[in-house]
């Protein structure tokens, strides 16, 4: 049998003989939010109170898992194995179709994350991971030292750009600022007493 979160809680602190004040309690939130959260009224949004629940009170037992996403919601999974997910298909007999039915997103969409033209948004990669019922890295490939240094070098290169950038705009404001102050002096001795 499948818990949602608040089932999971419940049974968990049964279990290990906890009321719904001492979960309040031990997280900060009043016990009336626990009672709504059991019920299914309500979800935890804090990953981390979330977490922390999870490991107290083992509820990996009712089949929920700590998870390892980024706090980020939005942007793209990086280092997306398009190989396994494109074996997982076959191995399921699942097609773009059924797939991209499922996690809300045209069949096209899946064809690109399998020619690796792009990555999921990290949106649709939970939907896809949760369709599976695996855990968040399933279908993340470990990169090799030397890949990780290659990518860290394109991000200091990116940011490198982005610090180039900001100077520039920064040296360009400036150069308005001087160029305004100079206008004033000017206007100001052209038009001595504030005349236009």
Same mark, same amino acid.
């Given at each position: 049998m499948k818990f949602s979160f608040g089932e999971a809680l419940k049974e968990a602190r049964k279990k290990q003989?906890?009321?719904q004040k001492d979960v309040a309690d031990f997280i900060g939130l009043p016990q009336a939010e626990? +009672?709504?959260?059991e019920l299914g009224k309500r979800d935890l949004n804090d990953r981390k109170s979330k977490e922390i629940l999870i490991d107290l009170l083992e509820m990996e037992d009712f089949g929920i898992r700590k998870n390892n996403r980024p706090?980020?919601? #939005? #942007?793209f999974v990086?280092?997306?194995?398009?190989?396994?997910?494109a074996h997982v298909l076959v191995k399921k007999a699942l097609s773009y179709?059924?797939?991209? &039915? &499922?996690i809300g997103v045209h069949p096209a969409t899946i064809s690109t994350w399998l020619r690796g033209k792009h990555s999921p948004k990290m949106? +649709?990669?939970e939907k896809l991971i949760d369709f599976f019922d695996e855990d968040f890295d399933f279908l993340v490939k470990e990169l090799d030292p030397e890949d990780k240094i290659q990518q860290m070098r394109k991000k200091v290169k990116k940011l490198d750009k982005?610090? +180039?950038s900001i100077e520039k705009t920064v040296d360009f404001l400036l150069s308005q600022i001087e160029n305004r102050s100079l206008y004033k002096r000017l206007k100001n001795k052209v038009f001595p007493g504030g005349k236009k």
């Open positions: 003989d906890l009321t626990i +009672s709504r959260i706090d980020k919601p #939005g #942007g990086t280092n997306f194995d398009r190989d396994k997910f179709k059924d797939i991209a &039915e &499922e949106r +649709s990669y982005k610090v +180039s």
